[in-house]
């Protein structure tokens, strides 16, 4: 099977003046005790040059209170541009991007995390080779730059350099952190593209898809990190990492 994009124009030089609204998706499972602290993030980022947020929530069938969390949220902040979708059952953190990235309608798009490991404010890092005209795609790296950084496991780092390593040796690329959430896209390109991952193979998935397209343009940038332990919330384990290896050989190898 041949891998499929429809035609995108190629046209981020001129966003500097053209740029008016960011979407912001945020996949949230069991995120009751942190959404609301990072929306309030969101909601005080600054963003340059008047861009407007279009903040994108898809709850993926969470069982704690984080659904009526949101909701109380909207009600309290009804000049906030939240659009929130939810899942009839928990189908993973791909499928829940997947919604978001359909609904999008910013001509740059960003995903955000609900558990406050990436801070908000640093979009406009991520925004400036955009705005700088030389951008269509930019990530967010957690190895490269000065910022804070949490420090916590040894065999992540060293795994995740691993899949990024083996990520790169497929795509051509020379990314530092592939398994980064920090991504943004232009969102014509990233709605152009055929994603099928469902869960954590989304990030070697879309990395492998979006490099295919011609002439795109992929810068990666320094951000923080403030990463949390397992008691504190975190998810992704090692069945994610073999998952990862197995969509890197096959978005690598086989144009799906």
């Avoid at 080779?129 to 060293?158: C, E, K, Q």
């Amino acid at each position: 099977m041949q891998f499929r994009y429809r035609n995108v124009a190629l046209c981020s030089d001129t966003f500097s003046n053209q740029m008016n609204k960011l979407s912001i998706i945020i996949p949230v499972y069991n995120e009751a005790v942190t959404v609301g602290l990072l929306l309030d993030k969101v909601k005080t980022a600054d963003l340059p040059n008047g861009i407007m947020k279009e903040i994108i929530i898809v709850n993926d069938c969470s069982t704690d209170s984080t659904s009526e969390s949101i909701k109380k949220y909207r009600i309290e902040n009804p000049n906030l541009n939240i659009q929130f979708f939810e899942h009839p059952k928990n189908m993973g953190k791909g499928a829940a991007l997947h919604t978001g990235i359909s609904k999008a309608s910013g001509e740059f798009t960003v995903i955000q995390d609900a558990d406050l490991e990436y801070d908000p404010n640093e979009y406009k890092i991520l925004l400036q080779p955009v705005l700088d005209g030389f951008a269509d795609v930019v990530y967010g790296s957690r190895f490269m730059g000065g910022n804070a950084h949490r420090v916590l496991f040894f065999w992540h780092t060293i795994g995740n350099k691993f899949l990024t390593t083996t990520s790169n040796m497929f795509s051509n690329l020379n990314l530092t952190d592939m398994e980064t959430c920090y991504k943004m896209f232009n969102t014509k390109m990233l709605q152009s593209l055929v994603l099928k991952e469902k869960r954590f193979g989304f990030e070697p998935e879309v990395t492998a898809k979006i490099s295919r397209i011609p002439k795109v343009r992929i810068y990666e940038v320094g951000i923080s990190y403030y990463g949390r332990t397992y008691d504190e919330g975190k998810k992704i384990n090692w069945k994610d990492g073999f998952r990862a290896i197995f969509c890197i050989l096959k978005y690598g190898l086989f144009k799906l």
